[in-house]
């Protein structure tokens, strides 16, 4: 069974600060993997896509990588902003069958 | 219009009411995905189309639950026979290519569903 586990449940950081998402996940076949930010209210954004061959790519203050072997992924915000308070979803894709996880909601404070 | 539209936006009924949840996904798009979404979760898997054919429905909760795409472009979610426990935001999603890898998903605002 695909599954997608996040880590932590919810955050709280000062703003300027910096921090990292962690995802881990049982994808099979692996297609890709995703990081989305969601805003309350919202429907997801997509902010990096990473296949099986990559290890890192940054979106601006966004940072995600990616281990095949381990099956980690996570996503490093630099120099938190307020804006960036939302809930960061992690979704396997095995063909056309998305799988998300639970999410992570970070809030970032003045 | 230039995005994926939902509709309605939200509906509240009464619980044993069936409800209808429209998908108009962007043109041209292959793929077509329904999610729901509870308070404070990540979306839920429910079904998903190629074109006109429905390619897996497992992540449909029961059979009140059903969905069509009968020519390929809008899709409709139909809950039957209502239950409180069916309230959430239930989120429709496209894709151009029917391939695996590379392709971006475009998700719809979503169809806030409360039953009372």
């Known amino acids: 069974k695909n599954q997608v586990e996040q880590s932590p449940q919810s955050l709280i950081i000062l703003e300027g600060k910096n921090c990292t998402l962690q995802?881990?996940?049982?994808?099979?076949?692996?297609?890709?993997l995703r990081w989305y930010k969601q805003d309350t209210g919202r429907g997801p954004v997509s902010l990096t896509i990473m296949t099986f061959s990559e290890n890192t790519k940054s979106n601006g203050r966004y940072t995600a990588t990616l281990d095949a072997d381990t099956k980690q992924s996570s996503l490093h915000i630099t120099a938190s902003q307020l804006s960036d308070s939302a809930s960061y979803i992690c979704?396997?894709?095995?063909?056309?069958?998305?799988?998300f996880g639970g999410g992570t909601r970070l809030m970032v404070k003045p | 219009g230039a995005g994926v539209s939902q509709s309605p936006r939200y509906k509240v009924t009464k619980r044993g009411q069936d409800v209808a949840l429209r998908c108009d996904p962007i043109?041209?798009?292959?793929?077509l995905y329904w999610y729901r979404q509870a308070l404070g979760q990540g979306p839920e898997f429910l079904t998903y189309?190629?074109?006109?054919?429905?390619?897996?429905k497992s992540g449909l909760p029961n059979d009140r639950f059903s969905a069509e795409r009968p020519e390929g472009s809008i899709s409709t979610l139909t809950i039957q026979r209502t239950e409180q426990r069916d309230s959430a935001m239930y989120r429709c999603?496209?894709?151009?290519?029917?391939?695996?890898?590379?392709?971006?998903?475009?998700f719809g605002e979503g169809s806030w569903l409360t039953v009372v």
């Open positions: 979704v396997g894709r095995a063909g056309n069958m998305l799988t």
């Open positions: 043109s041209g798009h292959v793929s």
């Open positions: 999603a496209s894709s151009l290519g029917q391939a695996h890898s590379g392709n971006t998903i475009y």
């Open positions: 189309f190629n074109y006109e054919a429905q390619q897996d």
């Open positions: 995802c881990n996940y049982t994808v099979s076949p692996f297609s890709n």
